[in-house]
Protein backbone atom coordinates (compact mmCIF):
# COMPACT_ATOMS: atom_id res chain seq x y z
CA UNK A 1 0.00 0.00 0.00
CA UNK A 2 1.32 3.53 -0.82
CA UNK A 3 -0.39 5.83 2.14
CA UNK A 4 -0.01 9.55 2.38
CA UNK A 5 0.71 10.47 6.28
CA UNK A 6 0.24 13.74 7.40
CA UNK A 7 1.56 15.37 9.92
CA UNK A 8 4.11 12.25 9.84
CA UNK A 9 6.69 15.00 10.98
CA UNK A 10 5.53 14.91 14.27
CA UNK A 11 5.70 12.99 17.51
CA UNK A 12 3.27 10.04 16.79
CA UNK A 13 3.09 10.44 12.94
CA UNK A 14 7.16 9.56 12.84
CA UNK A 15 6.67 6.32 14.91
CA UNK A 16 3.41 5.05 13.09
CA UNK A 17 5.89 5.78 9.62
CA UNK A 18 8.56 3.72 10.83
CA UNK A 19 6.33 1.10 11.83
CA UNK A 20 4.25 0.82 8.06
CA UNK A 21 7.60 0.78 6.54
CA UNK A 22 8.43 -2.48 8.63
CA UNK A 23 5.21 -3.56 7.88
CA UNK A 24 6.21 -3.07 3.74
CA UNK A 25 3.70 0.16 2.74
CA UNK A 26 5.05 2.75 1.03
CA UNK A 27 4.91 6.14 2.89
CA UNK A 28 5.12 10.30 1.75
CA UNK A 29 5.18 12.16 4.26
CA UNK A 30 3.29 15.73 3.99
CA UNK A 31 3.91 18.22 6.96
CA UNK A 32 3.69 21.93 7.04
CA UNK A 33 6.79 21.58 10.06
CA UNK A 34 5.57 24.16 12.25
CA UNK A 35 5.20 21.12 14.79
CA UNK A 36 7.05 18.66 13.18
CA UNK A 37 10.25 18.75 12.19
CA UNK A 38 13.07 17.97 9.61
CA UNK A 39 14.97 15.34 12.44
CA UNK A 40 12.15 13.49 13.19
CA UNK A 41 11.86 13.08 9.20
CA UNK A 42 15.30 12.20 8.86
CA UNK A 43 15.30 9.82 11.66
CA UNK A 44 12.22 7.47 9.87
CA UNK A 45 14.71 7.66 6.70
CA UNK A 46 17.90 6.33 9.28
CA UNK A 47 15.31 3.43 11.01
CA UNK A 48 13.29 2.33 8.44
CA UNK A 49 16.49 2.16 5.60
CA UNK A 50 13.71 3.96 3.17
CA UNK A 51 14.20 6.71 1.16
CA UNK A 52 10.70 8.44 2.33
CA UNK A 53 9.81 10.94 -0.16
CA UNK A 54 8.75 14.64 2.28
CA UNK A 55 6.74 17.03 0.68
CA UNK A 56 6.35 20.08 2.64
CA UNK A 57 2.96 21.47 2.52
CA UNK A 58 0.08 22.17 4.84
CA UNK A 59 -3.22 20.35 5.17
CA UNK A 60 -5.11 23.61 4.25
CA UNK A 61 -3.34 23.31 1.06
CA UNK A 62 -6.51 21.23 -1.38
CA UNK A 63 -4.42 21.92 -4.35
CA UNK A 64 -1.38 20.51 -3.55
CA UNK A 65 -2.87 17.51 -1.87
CA UNK A 66 -4.73 17.18 -4.61
CA UNK A 67 -1.71 17.09 -6.91
CA UNK A 68 0.04 14.82 -4.57
CA UNK A 69 -2.75 12.02 -4.16
CA UNK A 70 -3.64 12.45 -7.98
CA UNK A 71 -0.57 10.15 -8.07
CA UNK A 72 -1.80 7.36 -6.54
CA UNK A 73 -2.47 6.89 -2.87
CA UNK A 74 -4.17 3.70 -1.20
CA UNK A 75 -4.90 5.28 2.12
CA UNK A 76 -4.46 8.52 3.98
CA UNK A 77 -3.51 8.88 8.07
CA UNK A 78 -3.97 12.45 9.36
CA UNK A 79 -2.34 13.33 12.02
CA UNK A 80 -1.82 17.18 11.17
CA UNK A 81 -3.31 18.88 14.30
CA UNK A 82 -2.51 21.34 16.30
CA UNK A 83 -2.94 19.72 20.17
CA UNK A 84 -1.95 22.08 22.78
CA UNK A 85 -5.20 22.70 25.18
CA UNK A 86 -4.19 25.85 26.81
CA UNK A 87 -3.12 27.19 23.38
CA UNK A 88 -6.92 26.33 21.98
CA UNK A 89 -8.08 28.73 24.52
CA UNK A 90 -6.09 31.19 23.40
CA UNK A 91 -6.12 30.87 19.98
CA UNK A 92 -9.48 29.54 19.30
CA UNK A 93 -9.52 30.42 15.05
CA UNK A 94 -5.98 29.11 14.46
CA UNK A 95 -7.62 25.78 15.90
CA UNK A 96 -10.64 25.59 14.20
CA UNK A 97 -8.52 27.17 10.70
CA UNK A 98 -5.85 24.48 11.44
CA UNK A 99 -7.92 21.46 12.61
CA UNK A 100 -11.24 21.81 10.69
CA UNK A 101 -10.14 23.48 7.62
CA UNK A 102 -7.43 21.29 7.32
CA UNK A 103 -9.57 18.00 7.75
CA UNK A 104 -12.14 19.58 5.17
CA UNK A 105 -9.51 20.45 2.38
CA UNK A 106 -8.53 17.05 2.94
CA UNK A 107 -11.27 15.28 2.38
CA UNK A 108 -11.86 17.33 -0.50
CA UNK A 109 -9.17 16.48 -1.90
CA UNK A 110 -9.46 12.55 -1.20
CA UNK A 111 -12.66 12.64 -2.82
CA UNK A 112 -11.53 14.23 -6.04
CA UNK A 113 -8.83 11.85 -6.20
CA UNK A 114 -10.90 8.59 -5.45
CA UNK A 115 -8.58 7.60 -2.07
CA UNK A 116 -10.91 6.08 0.14
CA UNK A 117 -9.93 4.99 3.24
CA UNK A 118 -8.33 7.36 6.51
CA UNK A 119 -6.87 7.00 9.29
CA UNK A 120 -7.84 9.80 12.01
CA UNK A 121 -5.78 10.71 14.75
CA UNK A 122 -8.30 11.74 17.63
CA UNK A 123 -8.26 12.06 21.53
CA UNK A 124 -9.87 11.07 24.45
CA UNK A 125 -10.27 14.89 24.78
CA UNK A 126 -13.68 14.16 23.20
CA UNK A 127 -14.84 12.71 26.58
CA UNK A 128 -14.18 15.56 28.55
CA UNK A 129 -14.84 14.75 32.05
CA UNK A 130 -16.06 11.62 32.09
CA UNK A 131 -19.02 10.33 33.73
CA UNK A 132 -17.40 6.69 34.74
CA UNK A 133 -13.91 4.46 34.21
CA UNK A 134 -13.06 2.91 31.93
CA UNK A 135 -14.65 4.82 29.46
CA UNK A 136 -16.22 2.93 26.31
CA UNK A 137 -16.55 4.78 22.98
CA UNK A 138 -20.44 5.07 24.13
CA UNK A 139 -19.55 7.23 26.39
CA UNK A 140 -21.58 11.31 25.86
CA UNK A 141 -18.83 13.22 24.35
CA UNK A 142 -18.31 16.99 25.78
CA UNK A 143 -15.89 19.09 24.35
CA UNK A 144 -15.02 21.30 27.13
CA UNK A 145 -11.91 23.67 24.71
CA UNK A 146 -11.78 24.81 21.62
CA UNK A 147 -8.91 21.93 21.53
CA UNK A 148 -11.25 19.21 21.74
CA UNK A 149 -14.09 20.56 20.13
CA UNK A 150 -11.90 20.76 16.85
CA UNK A 151 -11.62 16.84 17.74
CA UNK A 152 -14.76 16.48 17.88
CA UNK A 153 -16.32 18.51 14.89
CA UNK A 154 -14.12 16.80 12.75
CA UNK A 155 -15.05 12.88 14.22
CA UNK A 156 -18.31 13.89 13.28
CA UNK A 157 -17.47 15.34 9.71
CA UNK A 158 -15.57 11.95 9.15
CA UNK A 159 -18.58 10.04 9.91
CA UNK A 160 -21.06 12.17 8.27
CA UNK A 161 -18.75 11.24 5.18
CA UNK A 162 -18.12 7.27 5.61
CA UNK A 163 -22.30 7.72 6.23
CA UNK A 164 -22.89 9.61 2.73
CA UNK A 165 -20.20 6.95 1.07
CA UNK A 166 -20.16 3.78 2.03
CA UNK A 167 -17.25 3.50 -0.82
CA UNK A 168 -15.09 5.83 2.24
CA UNK A 169 -14.34 3.76 5.30
CA UNK A 170 -12.56 5.44 8.00
CA UNK A 171 -11.17 4.00 11.28
CA UNK A 172 -11.52 7.39 14.29
CA UNK A 173 -8.44 6.77 17.18
CA UNK A 174 -9.24 8.35 19.90
CA UNK A 175 -5.56 8.08 22.01
CA UNK A 176 -5.62 8.21 25.55
CA UNK A 177 -1.96 10.04 27.05
CA UNK A 178 0.48 9.36 24.01
CA UNK A 179 4.08 8.77 26.16
CA UNK A 180 7.04 7.35 25.62
CA UNK A 181 9.64 7.00 22.30
CA UNK A 182 11.38 4.83 20.00
CA UNK A 183 13.42 2.47 21.62
CA UNK A 184 16.36 3.43 20.11
CA UNK A 185 16.52 6.78 21.21
CA UNK A 186 16.17 8.63 18.18
CA UNK A 187 12.41 9.57 18.18
CA UNK A 188 10.71 10.94 20.37
CA UNK A 189 8.27 14.06 21.94
CA UNK A 190 10.17 17.16 20.93
CA UNK A 191 7.77 19.59 22.54
CA UNK A 192 7.91 23.02 21.57
CA UNK A 193 8.72 25.28 24.32
CA UNK A 194 8.24 24.93 27.68
CA UNK A 195 6.18 21.33 27.81
CA UNK A 196 2.57 21.09 29.27
CA UNK A 197 2.04 17.01 29.29
CA UNK A 198 3.32 15.37 32.22
CA UNK A 199 5.74 13.09 30.19
CA UNK A 200 7.99 15.71 28.65
CA UNK A 201 8.18 17.82 31.98
CA UNK A 202 9.03 15.07 33.93
CA UNK A 203 11.90 13.81 31.54
CA UNK A 204 13.32 17.40 31.73
CA UNK A 205 13.17 18.01 35.23
CA UNK A 206 14.81 14.34 35.40
CA UNK A 207 17.20 16.33 32.74
CA UNK A 208 17.59 19.19 35.10
CA UNK A 209 16.30 21.70 32.45
CA UNK A 210 13.93 22.65 35.49
CA UNK A 211 14.60 22.80 39.39
CA UNK A 212 10.96 20.75 39.92
CA UNK A 213 7.69 19.51 38.96
CA UNK A 214 4.33 21.47 39.19
CA UNK A 215 1.65 18.29 40.65
CA UNK A 216 -1.47 20.03 39.56
CA UNK A 217 -3.36 19.41 42.40
CA UNK A 218 -3.02 16.83 45.06
CA UNK A 219 -7.08 16.77 46.41
CA UNK A 220 -9.14 14.49 43.50
CA UNK A 221 -10.53 11.83 44.46
CA UNK A 222 -8.17 9.37 43.47
CA UNK A 223 -5.60 6.63 45.39
CA UNK A 224 -2.98 9.69 46.00
CA UNK A 225 -5.33 12.38 45.48
CA UNK A 226 -3.79 13.22 42.24
CA UNK A 227 -4.87 13.16 38.60
CA UNK A 228 -5.05 9.21 37.12
CA UNK A 229 -4.35 8.95 33.34
CA UNK A 230 -4.16 6.02 31.07
CA UNK A 231 -0.72 6.25 29.47
CA UNK A 232 -0.07 4.56 26.07
CA UNK A 233 3.40 3.97 24.60
CA UNK A 234 3.48 5.46 21.05
CA UNK A 235 4.94 2.03 19.83
CA UNK A 236 2.00 0.88 20.68
CA UNK A 237 0.05 3.73 19.01
CA UNK A 238 2.17 3.34 15.98
CA UNK A 239 1.35 -0.70 15.83
CA UNK A 240 -2.88 0.44 16.23
CA UNK A 241 -2.55 2.59 13.19
CA UNK A 242 -0.68 0.10 10.64
CA UNK A 243 -3.55 -2.64 12.14
CA UNK A 244 -6.47 0.18 11.37
CA UNK A 245 -4.97 0.43 7.88
CA UNK A 246 -5.79 -3.29 7.10
CA UNK A 247 -9.45 -2.98 8.65
CA UNK A 248 -10.33 -0.28 6.41
CA UNK A 249 -9.78 -2.75 4.00
CA UNK A 250 -12.91 -4.44 4.72
CA UNK A 251 -14.89 -1.02 4.59
CA UNK A 252 -16.80 0.71 7.92
CA UNK A 253 -16.35 3.74 9.78
CA UNK A 254 -14.63 2.39 13.44
CA UNK A 255 -14.39 4.73 16.18
CA UNK A 256 -11.79 2.99 18.78
CA UNK A 257 -9.80 3.90 22.11
CA UNK A 258 -6.26 3.68 22.21
CA UNK A 259 -5.35 3.06 25.70
CA UNK A 260 -3.72 0.47 27.88
CA UNK A 261 -7.03 0.53 29.82
CA UNK A 262 -5.30 0.89 33.09
CA UNK A 263 -4.05 4.43 34.96
CA UNK A 264 -1.62 5.79 37.19
CA UNK A 265 -1.80 8.47 39.25
CA UNK A 266 0.81 11.83 38.38
CA UNK A 267 3.17 10.11 41.77
CA UNK A 268 2.89 6.54 40.53
CA UNK A 269 4.20 8.15 36.71
CA UNK A 270 7.32 10.35 39.12
CA UNK A 271 8.07 7.03 41.12
CA UNK A 272 8.08 4.97 37.55
CA UNK A 273 10.62 7.56 36.38
CA UNK A 274 12.85 7.64 38.86
CA UNK A 275 13.18 4.40 39.08
CA UNK A 276 14.51 3.64 35.85
CA UNK A 277 16.51 6.70 35.44
CA UNK A 278 17.74 6.86 38.63
CA UNK A 279 17.40 10.65 38.80
CA UNK A 280 15.22 12.06 41.82
CA UNK A 281 12.52 14.28 40.34
CA UNK A 282 11.75 16.78 42.90
CA UNK A 283 8.45 18.00 43.12
CA UNK A 284 5.61 20.64 44.35
CA UNK A 285 1.91 20.29 44.84
CA UNK A 286 0.56 23.58 43.54
CA UNK A 287 -3.42 24.43 42.81
CA UNK A 288 -4.84 22.05 39.93
CA UNK A 289 -5.03 23.15 36.54
CA UNK A 290 -8.22 24.54 35.17
CA UNK A 291 -10.07 21.85 32.73
CA UNK A 292 -8.25 19.12 34.29
CA UNK A 293 -10.07 16.31 35.05
CA UNK A 294 -10.06 13.30 38.49
CA UNK A 295 -9.44 10.27 36.23
CA UNK A 296 -9.16 9.09 32.54
CA UNK A 297 -8.66 5.75 31.11
CA UNK A 298 -9.90 3.26 28.74
CA UNK A 299 -12.36 0.46 27.95
CA UNK A 300 -10.39 -0.99 24.98
CA UNK A 301 -12.31 -3.88 24.21
CA UNK A 302 -13.34 -2.59 20.62
CA UNK A 303 -10.23 -1.96 19.68
CA UNK A 304 -8.61 -5.15 20.94
CA UNK A 305 -11.52 -7.12 19.11
CA UNK A 306 -11.52 -4.88 16.03
CA UNK A 307 -7.38 -4.88 15.78
CA UNK A 308 -6.35 -7.71 17.38
CA UNK A 309 -4.04 -5.64 19.15
CA UNK A 310 -3.23 -4.73 22.99
CA UNK A 311 -0.91 -2.93 24.57
CA UNK A 312 2.39 -4.59 24.50
CA UNK A 313 4.37 -1.70 27.07
CA UNK A 314 4.03 -0.99 29.98
CA UNK A 315 4.67 2.54 32.63
CA UNK A 316 8.44 1.78 33.31
CA UNK A 317 9.05 0.79 29.58
CA UNK A 318 7.39 4.49 28.37
CA UNK A 319 9.91 5.94 30.98
CA UNK A 320 12.33 4.15 30.62
CA UNK A 321 12.19 4.87 26.31
CA UNK A 322 10.89 8.67 27.18
CA UNK A 323 14.19 8.83 29.00
CA UNK A 324 16.81 7.51 26.64
CA UNK A 325 15.11 10.12 24.30
CA UNK A 326 15.56 12.39 26.55
CA UNK A 327 19.21 12.05 27.26
CA UNK A 328 20.22 11.88 23.79
CA UNK A 329 19.11 14.86 23.35
CA UNK A 330 19.47 17.42 25.94
CA UNK A 331 18.52 20.17 24.03
CA UNK A 332 15.51 18.71 21.87
CA UNK A 333 15.87 17.28 18.21
CA UNK A 334 15.68 20.88 16.50
CA UNK A 335 18.95 22.14 18.02
CA UNK A 336 20.86 19.18 17.69
CA UNK A 337 21.35 20.10 14.20
CA UNK A 338 21.22 23.99 12.89
CA UNK A 339 17.52 24.33 11.21
CA UNK A 340 19.01 25.28 7.89
CA UNK A 341 21.18 22.01 7.74
CA UNK A 342 18.13 19.70 8.29
CA UNK A 343 16.79 21.71 5.56
CA UNK A 344 19.09 21.70 2.78
CA UNK A 345 19.27 18.00 3.59
CA UNK A 346 16.04 16.78 4.00
CA UNK A 347 13.64 17.85 1.50
CA UNK A 348 13.88 15.94 -1.67
C1 LIG B 1 -3.80 17.05 28.09
C2 LIG B 1 -4.85 18.02 27.59
C3 LIG B 1 -5.73 17.31 26.60
C4 LIG B 1 -4.88 16.68 25.48
C5 LIG B 1 -3.80 15.79 26.08
C6 LIG B 1 -2.85 15.21 25.04
C7 LIG B 1 -5.26 19.67 29.34
C8 LIG B 1 -6.21 20.07 30.44
N1 LIG B 1 -5.61 18.51 28.71
O1 LIG B 1 -4.46 15.97 28.74
O2 LIG B 1 -6.64 18.23 26.05
O3 LIG B 1 -5.68 15.90 24.64
O4 LIG B 1 -3.03 16.52 27.03
O5 LIG B 1 -2.00 16.19 24.51
O6 LIG B 1 -4.28 20.32 29.04
N2 LIG B 1 0.29 17.24 35.22
C9 LIG B 1 0.97 17.77 36.30
N3 LIG B 1 2.00 18.63 36.04
C10 LIG B 1 2.37 18.99 34.77
C11 LIG B 1 1.65 18.43 33.68
C12 LIG B 1 0.61 17.57 33.95
O7 LIG B 1 0.67 17.49 37.46
O8 LIG B 1 3.31 19.79 34.61
C13 LIG B 1 -0.79 16.28 35.51
C14 LIG B 1 -2.16 16.70 35.01
O9 LIG B 1 -2.82 17.45 35.99
C15 LIG B 1 -2.82 15.34 34.73
C16 LIG B 1 -1.64 14.45 34.30
O10 LIG B 1 -0.47 15.09 34.81
O11 LIG B 1 -3.36 14.80 35.91
C17 LIG B 1 -1.51 14.31 32.80
O12 LIG B 1 -1.45 15.61 32.23
P1 LIG B 1 -1.18 15.84 30.66
O13 LIG B 1 0.01 15.06 30.24
O14 LIG B 1 -1.15 17.31 30.44
O15 LIG B 1 -2.43 15.16 29.97
P2 LIG B 1 -3.99 15.45 30.13
O16 LIG B 1 -4.26 16.48 31.16
O17 LIG B 1 -4.66 14.13 30.33
Known amino acids: M ?14 TCVALIEQGQEVVIYDNLCRGTLAAVDHVRQLSGAQVRF ?10 LETLLATGFHAVIHFAALKIMSESCQYPLAYFDNNVTGTVALLQAMRATGVQQLVFSSSAAVYGDPETV ?69 SQVAAGMHPRLSVFGGDYPTRDGTGVRDYIHVMDLA ?22 GRGYSVLEVIAAFERVSGCRIPYEIVARRVGDVAEVWADTSRAEKALGWHAQYDLLRMCAD ?13 SS ?12
Not at 57 to 63: A, E, F, I, K, N
Not at 327 to 334: A, F, I, N
Open 322 to 334: AWRWQSMHPQGCQ
Open 239 to 260: DAHVRALDVLQHGGCHVLNLGT
Open 134 to 202: PITEEAPLRASNPYSHTKLVMEQLIGEVCDARPSFSAAILRYFNPAGAHPSGLMGEDPCGLPTNLMPYV
Open 55 to 64: VQGDVRDRGT
Open 337 to 348: QPIEAQRQASIG
Open 2 to 15: KVLVCGGAGYIGSH
